[in-house]
């Protein structure tokens, strides 16, 4: 039986359930965190309308507080709805007290979506103090702007040295980026419009589900990029003010091809030119592979590759950079073993993405497998010019150990042998159990690379008959 860690929301209570305790618990109960509650406030509300509230007694806040934690142990807590920065201070330096080392997140509510002002004034030596018993604050830019009294930005660096500030809501275009601030080093969280009605309580759900994955273990960048896509999901929900709680779907059957095609750097020729010849020869699976360009160049060119892939029906992968996979909104990803660790990758391009990895031993293998990758990019088979940083070369009796320890230990996920593998390789790489193959300069550097793509699914498709047959 699995038993679920707790955590404690300290917020108001909303009857619409959209905001305060009841949307913290409904986070916390769909996350697989138990949600603990001690309201603040009773609100005279629906998701629309505001009438009033009734701010509960500091001295019952720490009553509720203290009467749970005579029973349950919790490590995070979530602060959102709360009269002034005394009443803050008090529930702050009360909680730190009773349990040292307690992680407090706080969602600064100054405004109600309604249209109701709870705080005007804050006073911002009494925020610095308090911040410096937080480990975290939600704030969005107009809160933020109003707690520092000026530029957003600059408040949530200044507020960076007293804890960690996640600043959301500045907008572009066609995106909605918040700013995770460290020290003093702010890092973006892109994140794309979704055309919806907005919801009641967005920022309620997204610092509850923030404090829910850090509650299970998962580091800060992590968990707020987790807590992006469940708030993404709430918003996409439906066409109403108040948004349906739901987890990630499962991820649907994904269908990873036999052979992977890779573009590369070749002189007089383009990668659009390259994926182009290769998917007229065939080519199921393109990765793009550009190196020692900046993000926007790399958008660029994969914008291109992935119009030429999905005219022809192929899937198409960005190799290493999972922003311009968003940005570019590719089939998915693959990582090497220095790149984003996997479990960033999906928090940010989520379920419905193919995220491969690189690995060269079996503990590699097993560790994108439990971190759930969907194919394994194994190599390299021998020395290949087109790969950096090249791994220790496996040869056909690596492949061989490799995959029988795969199968020992019943790890059945697809793996793509890699590293200069000519056709004529093809049929002994296959017989090791491998599911398939990744080329590169095999198919480009040929004299006709549509026909080259030809000849290897041919071997491809050879070896594995002959594999069914015997």
Request: with cysteine; charged share 15%; aromatic share 6%.
């Amino acid at each position: 039986m699995h038993t679920r860690p707790y955590t404690l929301s300290i917020a108001g209570f909303d009857p619409s359930g959209g905001a305060g305790v009841l949307a913290d618990t409904k986070t916390f109960e769909q996350l697989e965190v138990y949600g603990l509650a001690v309201a603040t406030a009773n609100t005279i509300q629906n998701d629309s309308e505001f009438d009033r509230l009734d701010w509960v007694k500091p001295a019952v806040i720490i009553e509720q507080i203290d009467v749970l934690a005579r029973k349950w142990q919790w490590d995070y807590v979530k602060i959102g709805l709360i009269e002034g920065l005394d009443v803050l201070e008090q529930v702050v330096g009360h909680l730190t007290t009773l349990r040292p080392g307690v992680k407090i997140i706080w969602d600064p509510i100054l405004a109600a979506s309604a249209g109701f002002t709870f705080h005007s004034q804050v006073a911002w030596q009494q925020l610095k103090r308090i911040c410096d018993q937080l480990f975290l604050i939600t704030p969005n830019v107009d809160e933020m702007q109003q707690l520092y009294n000026g530029n957003a930005m600059d408040g949530a660096l200044a507020l960076s040295e007293y804890c960690h500030v996640l600043m959301t809501g500045t907008e572009t275009a066609d995106t909605i980026t918040d700013h995770l601030v460290v020290n003093g080093v702010p890092t973006p969280l892109y994140g794309r419009k979704i055309d919806s009605v907005g919801k009641h309580g967005s920022g309620c759900v997204l610092s509850a589900a923030i404090t829910a994955h850090l509650t299970k273990g998962v580091e800060l960048e992590t968990a707020c990029w987790m807590a992006k896509r469940y708030t993404s999901n709430l918003i996409a929900s439906n066409s109403t003010l108040l948004g349906y709680h739901h987890t990630a779907q499962q991820a649907p059957q994904k269908n990873i091809s036999a052979l992977h095609y890779i573009t590369q750097h070749m002189e007089g020729v383009s990668h659009v030119q390259l994926a182009e010849t290769a998917c007229k020869g065939g080519a199921p699976w393109v990765q793009l592979r550009v190196k020692n360009v900046d993000n926007d160049t790399y958008c660029h060119i994969a914008k291109q590759v992935k119009a030429v892939c999905h005219h022809y029906g192929a899937t198409f992968i960005v190799n290493d950079n999972v922003e311009v996979a968003w940005r570019v909104q590719a089939d998915g990803v693959h990582l090497g073993q220095q790149d984003m660790p996997l479990a960033k990758a999906r928090a940010i391009l989520g379920e419905t993405a193919i995220i491969g990895g690189t690995a060269n031993t079996f503990e590699q293998i097993k560790t994108l497998h439990q971190e759930g990758a969907d194919y394994i990019g194994l190599g390299p088979y021998q020395f290949t010019s087109t790969k950096e940083k090249l791994s220790p070369v496996l040869g056909m009796e690596g492949y061989l150990q490799l995959m029988a320890k795969c199968n020992d230990a019943g790890i059945a996920i697809p793996v793509i042998a890699i590293g200069g593998i000519a056709i004529e390789d093809v049929g002994s790489i296959m017989r090791t159990g491998v599911h398939g193959i990744a080329v590169a300069s095999g198919i480009a550097a040929s004299n006709n690379p549509a026909a080259a793509v030809q000849q290897y699914i041919a071997a491809i498709n050879t070896k594995s008959i002959d594999l069914i047959l015997n």
